[in-house]
């Protein structure tokens, strides 16, 4: 079954090759992208879908997510926006909440946020636990996350959880809770940071997750400058994740690195922090993701568009730029060729804007832009008016 999408006013593809067109048209086959190009030369297909005129984009890669908790902390962001500053204490709080949850609860949280997700345009997301801190709990959240994403990411080293010694969950973590987690998990993340891990307790969680044969992504730089970017990029990291607060070391380690500095400027905004300089990193030479951290503590949003937003207000990104860190550097950080850019062979994975620029996601920040997600070729519309009740077939205009 193939699909013609076409009359797509402006089309960003992510592609060096292709560009961004206009008047362009994109053939959907199955599961993948057949054919991009001019709307005029497109070749016929089975069935034909006009765009209107408005912008397409490619699916959103959110590489950096904690959806598997139970709970909310909407009092401590209360707390937070009349001074109180934010630790890493907060997380013991939902880690509490999660343990007392069931598996169903935990499952309809995480499907509750993948549906958010999906509206918002994200077509790909990575998930962590790490709000579990034991072994059955921490395998159960890889297990529940893995019904919704293959991207699941073992973040056992998030916090020392109440009552436990450092150096004895340390081993824990890197012993028996690895070997619990490990066959559901893709990654091993670290919060490498003042209150959660140092450097040499995260090196040894990641090594020991590596020679699982998991991927390496860390958290650092969130709170403070310290050793966890040198030690990602040491150690082959696919990302280091938040990079508020990176050494001009740092910043040259990334550059000369394949390790993606992923800024989530959710983070900055909930948190009240300094803003990550997005600029000094890109005219470094690195190679910047942003996604949106979704997880109750530090970073509640799961709208792309807003993190785009953000990005362009305060990190120094050209509305171009965060669109390309939140689909290719998205891609990058997960080390996936597959998603992150409309191109043949590619993932069929499309957002179209009710807009005719993707310059809109920032321009018109929290206004819901996305009106149709294609996901591995699948379509879904995605609706932004007020019907009135009982009529909801009329489809009025609010
Ligand atoms: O990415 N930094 C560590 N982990 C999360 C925060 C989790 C929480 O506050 O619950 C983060 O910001
Ligand atoms: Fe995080």
Redesign the pocket.
Known sequence: MSVLHTDIGELTTNDPAIGTLRDAAVVVDGERIAWVGEARQAPAADERVSCEGAAVVPGFVDS?A?LV?AGE?SA?FEARATGRP?S?G??R??VAATRAASDETLAAGVSALAGELLAAGVTTFEC?S??GLTVDDERRALEIAGRFTPETTF?GA??VPEGARRDDYVDLVRGPMLDACAPRARWVDV?C?KG?FDVDESRAVLEAGAARGLGIRV?AG??GIGGGVQLAVELGAAAV??CTYLSDEDVAALAASETVATL?PG?EFS?RTAWSDGRRLLDAGATVALAT?C?????FTSNPGFCIALAVRHMGLSPAEALSAFTAGGAAALRRTDVGAIAPGMRADLVRLAAPSFVHLAYRPGVPLVSEVVRAGVRYTVGRRAVPVGRATEGVDA
């Open positions: 950096h904690h908790f902390r401590e934010y890493a907060g997380i709080t939902t962590k790490g709000y973040l998030h916090v919060f940071e959660a958290h969130q709170l994740d938040h989530l983070v948190t951290d997880n109750p503590g530090s970073s």
